[in-house]
């Protein structure tokens, strides 16, 4: 990875934050618990890919149509995000499959 790299990584989160940003309190609310419960369980390439953006889109178009964040959502966010990446590698599948005793390794 190269500086460069890291600088328009840099450039693309600041733009997606300022898009969540530009959404009404409660939608920030949700995005933002959302952000936090995907990067800790989340799919591999969630910050390349385009599930964050495709949610910020997702909030922008519920309240284009002035509808509440729990009527999009629902009230377990938890839940929501897990349909969101229920057929994604994530990385406690890669952990699993590292503990799982591949041919090779030693197993006790």
């Excluded at 989160?13 to 530009?22: I, L, N, P, T």
């Excluded at 939608?27 to 990067?39: G, T, V």
């Excluded at 509440?68 to 897990?82: K, M, P, R, S, T």
């Excluded at 994530?90 to 197993?107: F, H, I, K, L, R």
């Amino acid at each position: 990875m190269s500086v460069q790299d890291i600088i328009e990584g840099k450039k693309q989160w600041r733009a997606h934050m300022a898009r969540v940003k530009g959404l009404p309190p409660d939608y920030q609310i949700a995005c933002k618990e959302m952000q936090r419960y995907l990067f800790k369980v989340g799919p591999i390439g969630l910050p390349d890919g385009p599930l964050l953006p495709g949610i910020v889109d997702f909030f922008e178009e519920g309240v284009a149509a002035g509808k509440g964040v729990l009527e999009l959502i629902g009230n377990d966010v938890a839940a929501f995000c897990d349909d969101l990446i229920k057929d994604a590698p994530t990385y406690a599948d890669v952990y699993q499959e590292s503990m799982s005793g591949e041919p090779g390794t030693a197993e006790k």
